[in-house]
């Protein structure tokens, strides 16, 4: 990396923000949050993008855990990070990750630092304008939240003492700090305790700039905190789907539809049995997943699906779909046949459908029309059917 490339002209500083994502995902049983996916995009990824996409941030370092470098390049190619500069291995505590992230941002001749959690992916270019320009007017400055709830210092799940809480702020991050002060405070060879930057700087004796944090700038330390931020994205969690399937009447076939048999001269002519209730279901639900369709998971070449009872091909569908995080939340079919009536056997076929699906009956709709005499399923010569789904995506 060369100097001249960082150089944005010497009317302002050179602003190299840190990001710290070297977390093992202690709190959350070896899960790692920063890579966890929100609203369809990694932890990380959402907590980088504010700084890659801010005018006055020149470069990015980026701190992962032990053995995720080759995983951290990948992630800033595949979403076009390309601030970041660096991609360096974190050690065993917060402070020692940062530490390494400094050192990567040395080349950089950084004026201003800028520190931020890989794991709080709703900053905002807001905030980050204000912790810049606090940072390079006043030497160091921290985002923080006033306290609303009651402080009380605990012992052995009993009360000792209640803390007063009009001098008390959470702070977050981003935090800014001219580089001196902060290379200052990582130089001692054993760094003393501290849950954030500030609290180093601070012990070397620099005062600290406080100003407004920002409400929905979580942190995810939960998988509470996960959702939170989900709900916080206007993530509504939920994925559609949509099938469609059409099979051949012919005469002395059985005639199965929704997993039920229903007495008629024609039945449906397929590879399996042929219920095309079942298998516009079956397509929906894996749209919904985003898995391939029907014909790729259970191919009409496969002797092990002839005459296959369609039943069965949901039973592992919706395996697989939950395979993927998936469930089902809700499914609508509109059959088309001419004759015989369906009306009277659809409570059956929601009965049958339902503990397949997991869900309750109520969550299953079924409605049957006919095509007035028109068309292929006019002239009973086919059936057809369509299913709208809806998952939740876990
Ligand atoms: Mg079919």
Redesign the pocket.
């Known amino acids: 990396m060369n100097r001249q490339s960082l150089d944005p002209g010497a009317d302002r500083p050179r602003n190299v923000a840190i990001i710290a994502a070297g977390g093992s995902g202690v709190r959350m049983g070896g899960l790692k949050k920063q890579f966890l996916p929100l609203a369809g995009l990694p932890v990380v990824v959402r907590s980088i993008r504010p700084f890659q996409d801010h005018p006055l941030v020149d470069a990015i370092v980026l701190v992962v855990p032990p053995g995720d470098i080759p995983f951290g390049q990948s992630l800033c190619s595949a979403y076009g990070l390309a601030k970041v500069k660096g991609v360096v291995e974190g050690g065993r505590s917060r402070s020692e990750s940062v530490r390494s992230g400094l050192e990567a941002a040395r080349s950089f001749h950084p004026d201003v630092i800028l520190v931020h959690d890989g794991v709080r992916p709703l900053v905002r270019a807001r905030l980050i304008d204000r912790v810049l320009e606090a940072a390079t007017r006043h030497g160091a400055a921290v985002p923080a939240m006033e306290i609303y709830d009651s402080l009380k210092r605990v012992a052995c799940d009993r009360v000792e003492s209640s803390v007063p809480r009009e001098r008390m702020r959470a702070v977050q991050t981003p935090q800014g700090f001219q580089s001196a002060w902060l290379y200052g405070a990582y130089s001692r060879p054993v760094l003393p305790e501290a849950t954030d930057d500030a609290g180093l700087v601070e012990a070397c004796g620099y005062p600290i700039a406080v100003l407004p944090g920002d409400r929905d700038n979580v942190k995810i330390t939960s998988e509470d905190d996960l959702k939170l931020a989900g709900r916080l994205l206007a993530d509504p969690g939920v994925a559609a789907g949509i099938g469609y ?1 059409v ?1 051949r009447l012919e005469a002395g076939r059985p005639f199965i539809l929704g997993g039920v048999k229903i007495p008629s001269e024609l039945g449906l002519t ?1 590879h399996s049995d ?1 219920d ?1 209730i079942v ?1 516009a279901v079956i397509d929906a639900l894996l749209g919904a997943a985003g898995l391939p369709d ?1 014909g790729q998971q259970f191919p009409d070449t496969d002797p092990r699906f002839c005459g296959a009872d369609s039943t069965g091909l949901l039973e592992q569908a919706v395996k697989t779909v939950a395979g993927v995080g998936c469930s089902v939340l809700s499914i609508d079919v509109t059959v088309v046949c001419e004759r015989p009536r369906l009306a009277p056997h659809i409570p059956d076929m929601k009965a049958r459908l339902a503990p397949i699906l997991r869900v309750d009956p109520s969550r299953i709709g079924i409605k049957a029309t006919t095509q007035e005499g028109m068309g292929f399923v006019g002239r009973a010569e086919g059936v057809c059917a369509w299913c709208v789904t809806l998952v939740q995506r876990h």
């Open positions: 399937d099979h397929g042929a095309v298998h029907i």
